[in-house]
């Protein structure tokens, strides 16, 4: 059907419409490919762009990193290591011996055994009158 259409139209009519779908195809071509150029520039510019401060942090972190090294040996250089053994006596002061088998005196066993069988001499009780003892029974 479209064949018997197209034989109907008149020649020049026929050959105008096909330059006009002809030039329409290659202005969208060309538009196309432009287009597609300038979106590729555009892409590699931002990526360009994008590098360059990924490039320039690298670089201010390297230099801040090279900073903080530089002062770190600056501060270990004036450190030393001193080492000094002190040796000190220290002296022993003893007053009385602490071990020994003896360590009660004799009025203080004399007391000891007056309060175990609950018989107080009386010369104990006359030197000291605070000296009473409770009985063993007592609670």
């Known amino acids: 059907m479209i064949g018997l259409g197209l034989a109907a139209l008149p020649q020049k009519l026929l050959a105008e419409a096909i330059g006009f779908i002809v030039e329409t195809t290659?202005?969208?071509a060309v538009t196309w490919h432009y287009v597609g150029a300038h979106y590729e520039l555009q892409i590699k510019a931002a990526r360009a762009d994008e590098e360059q401060k990924a490039h320039q942090a690298y670089v201010d972190l390297?230099?801040?990193y090279n900073d903080v090294a530089t002062r770190l040996q600056a501060a270990q250089s004036h450190t030393s290591v001193v080492?000094?053994?002190i040796v000190?006596?220290?002296p022993k002061i003893i007053d009385r011996p602490v071990y020994v088998r003896d360590c009660i005196d004799g009025d203080g066993r004399m007391?000891?055994?007056a309060a175990l069988s609950n018989t107080f001499p009386a010369s104990a009780a006359a030197s000291s009158a605070d000296a009473t003892m409770p009985s063993a029974s007592a609670p």
Request: hydrophobic share 40%; proline share 0%; no cysteine.
């Open 83 to 85: 080492h000094e053994t």
């Open 26 to 28: 290659i202005v969208v």
């Open 88 to 90: 000190r006596e220290v």
């Open 111 to 113: 007391l000891i055994n």
């Open 62 to 64: 390297n230099n801040k």
